[in-house]
């Protein structure tokens, strides 16, 4: 699925990002190479970012 149409940033580009260490949806698109233009994705970039940090941290905690 497609989050940012102006950079066609899918959602699984954003949750391996997020999982690369990226905690915004400013820093997972540097990391892949764009930027924010006209900003309507960033509510829901943010949002999956989010869940993906949640699932991570849940999962490490899991495993301790
Ligand atoms: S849809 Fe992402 S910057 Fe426009």
């Given at each position: 699925m497609i989050?940012?149409?102006?950079?066609?940033?899918?959602?699984?580009?954003?949750r391996r990002e997020a999982r690369k260490g990226a905690t915004s949806p400013g820093r997972a698109y540097a990391q892949?190479?764009?930027k924010a233009k006209c900003g309507s994705?960033?509510?829901?970039?943010?949002q999956i970012?989010?869940?993906?940090?949640?699932?991570?941290?849940?999962?490490?905690?899991a495993a301790a």
């Open positions: 989050v940012c149409v102006c950079n066609a940033i899918r959602e699984e580009d954003l892949l190479g764009c994705c960033l509510p829901f970039a943010r970012i989010d869940e993906e940090l949640e699932a991570l941290s849940e999962a490490t905690s």
